[in-house]
């Protein structure tokens, strides 16, 4: 059990914790925030596996930017607390988890079959390169199509988020 | 600089609890947003296992892919936001089961 | 790792906080008395000698106030958004070099929190975080005023964040690394004997468009309409008072010394001084004075421009940031790679 498990156990369970937080409550508000704290933790948990620059990025783009715009949006709509009335049909919440608890349970085959749950899995060392350098310059060289054209994606969406939400008496 | 020692099983159990609890709030709230916050939960999820494949493999292809999944996350959430900004203006509500005017 | 290696961590992690925690009373003190000077009055000048113990009355005050928490919010957001606030502020000095490095047993320390390979990165994921500090306080608040002004700060920090970061891009193309430390011992040196290598000179729009950004992130003026008192009462932190309102003012001061740092550390050559060669505990004394004298100057700019500018309304704030600030940083990075490609930067 070394040190870099530890931490990364605790990342995780964090962000674990603070996701069914999420999830189960009722102030769309707070749900966004335990969502931030549940980032947070997953980009301490990326800088264990070795990858600093999806870590950061991941706090600035995901948490520091993706969760503020769905706290503007909540801000401005002002979203009501998830009430009692108009609740799901029965059947409906039934098939869900039945679904779900399905789905658990091939995922947990899976992983299992992968050695997940074994008592002392393979520790793997990363000792492959972890810095910025080796990131970008495979970005930059073998996936400069992909790199281009996400950043003609990016301008569509701005383009399209802004016609989908601006009023219509606007001139 | 990190020593490793992380046994890839223990991020696949992380990343699938991340993926199956985003699932849960995916399929059982009512709220649009929190229906949406779970679905990048989802997608955090995956993430995560992508990233343990890439330590325990030695590639940095992992941190590209992830990396661009990010990117879009955020193109798609922008876009998703401003639908449902538009649909809350013409419905006044925000609960997934009264705006179903497309129903037969 | 033995004692020794657990005492160097601890010292690295301690030594920025402590520092920036123990020199917060004297951007406080300088405002006051700055602010006088400027205005021709004599400013602050009852409590010890030129006023010297003004910050330590202003704590005592906050201190002693009563804590106001108003009705019908959330009360656990509340006390969160000015935690967050400074949390942020505090944590972002960990990846500035104050100081060559040091050798203990051999073994080379560079004096800053943690020599991390995303350096400049980590700086800027904080300051994202710190927006959530400003809504939440907005937000929870239950007043209108500081709504408006949540908001409204938000927005414009989120928009300059993209100039300044453009910006400081040119100067990481021309360092090559995301490290601080290697942005510094790039600009150790001279051109020519005398002028000193400073990223500065080359990149001089660069700094300008980072400068002027960094006085929006901060919400300083001239880019302090979010808590103008005469618009919006106080902005954000209307409601606050007592110690939540002293983490706000703290937050705020750390955020003007952190930015200054890094406006130092990046264009202005750290703490290096061009001509002078550190040598041994003599040479890292020196070099953190150069590197606070530095920081010092450009606190006090910040200062003074407080007290001589009016501020920008709302919409030219938004439209210089958008339509002004980030074509020219566009600009500058273009200019840069330009260089770069040249061989005439290194």
């Keep these: 059990m070394t040190a870099t498990r530890l931490v990364f156990d605790a990342a995780a369970a964090l962000a674990i914790l603070f996701a069914c937080v999420m999830v189960v409550h009722r102030n769309p508000v707070k749900s966004v925030l335990a969502l931030v704290v549940s980032f947070f933790a997953l980009a301490v948990a990326y800088v264990l596996l070795a990858a600093p620059l999806i870590a950061a990025i991941q706090v600035i783009v995901y948490a520091g930017a993706i969760l503020v715009l769905f706290l503007f949006v909540l801000m401005l709509l002002n979203v009501p607390e998830e009430g009692r009335q108009g609740s799901s049909r029965p059947i409906h919440q039934v098939l869900s988890g039945a679904a779900i608890l399905v789905f658990g349970a091939a995922l947990l085959a899976l992983l299992r079959s992968h050695g997940a749950t074994r008592a002392e899995p393979a520790a793997f060392s990363a000792a492959g390169p972890s810095d910025v350098a080796t990131t970008s310059r495979l970005l930059f060289s073998e996936h400069l199509l992909s790199f281009e054209a996400l950043s003609v994606l990016l301008l569509a969406a701005l383009v399209g988020a802004f016609a989908l939400a601006r009023r219509e008496d606007q001139a | 600089m990190i020593a490793g020692g992380i046994p890839l099983g223990d991020v696949l159990l992380a990343s699938g609890a991340l993926f199956v609890i985003g699932l849960v709030g995916a399929l059982l709230r009512r709220n649009a947003i929190t229906i949406f916050l779970s679905i990048e939960l989802m997608m955090n999820g995956a993430n995560l296992a992508v990233l343990g494949y890439a330590a325990a493999l030695n590639s940095v292809e992992g941190q590209v892919v992830v990396f661009f999944v990010i990117a879009i996350a955020a193109a798609e959430a922008a876009v998703g936001l401003a639908i449902f900004v538009a649909l809350f203006r013409h419905t006044e509500t925000i609960d997934v089961n009264r705006i179903n005017l497309l129903k037969w | ?346």
């Design chain 3, 1 to 346: 790792m033995n004692l020794t290696d657990w005492l160097i961590a601890a010292l690295r992690v301690l030594v920025p906080v402590l520092a920036i925690m123990l020199v917060l009373p004297i951007p406080m003190w300088l405002e006051r008395r700055g602010a006088g000077l400027i205005q021709d009055r004599p400013g602050p000048n009852r409590v010890g000698p030129f006023g010297l113990l003004q910050p330590v009355a202003d704590a005592v005050k906050f201190f002693m106030k009563e804590d106001l928490i108003p009705s019908n919010t959330d009360r656990f957001l509340f006390v969160l958004a000015p935690a967050i606030a400074l949390f942020s502020a505090l944590t972002t000095f960990a990846v500035i070099p104050y100081g060559p490095a040091v050798t203990i047993d051999g073994r080379e320390f560079p004096l800053v929190g943690a020599d991390v390979s995303i350096g400049i990165l980590y700086l800027f994921a904080l300051t994202s975080l710190s927006v959530y500090g400003i809504v939440l306080a907005g937000w929870s608040s239950n007043n209108k005023f500081s709504l408006i002004g949540g908001i409204r700060s938000s927005a414009q920090i989120i928009s300059y964040e993209l100039a300044m970061t453009t910006a400081a891009a040119g100067v990481i193309l021309a360092a090559g690394s995301f490290r601080l430390t290697e942005v510094v011992s790039m600009q150790t040196g001279t051109w020519l004997g005398f002028i000193p290598r400073w990223n500065v000179f080359p990149q001089f729009l660069g700094f300008v468009v980072f400068y002027v950004a960094t006085f929006a992130e901060t919400n300083r003026v001239p880019f302090d309409l979010p808590e103008a008192e005469a618009e919006l009462v106080g902005g954000y932190h209307t409601e606050y008072s007592a110690f939540k309102f002293a983490m706000f003012f703290m937050a705020e001061y750390v955020n003007m010394i952190v930015v200054s740092a890094l406006t130092v550390t990046l264009f202005f050559g750290g703490w290096s001084l061009p001509g002078y060669e550190p040598q041994g505990w003599v040479g890292v004394i020196v070099s953190a004075l150069v590197f606070f004298a530095k920081t010092a100057i450009f606190v006090w700019i910040f200062i003074w421009v407080r007290w001589t500018l009016p501020r920008f309304r709302y919409d030219q704030l938004m439209r210089l940031g958008w339509k002004a600030l980030l074509p020219i940083a566009l600009l500058n990075l273009l200019w840069v790679a330009f260089l770069v490609l040249k061989g005439w930067l290194p």
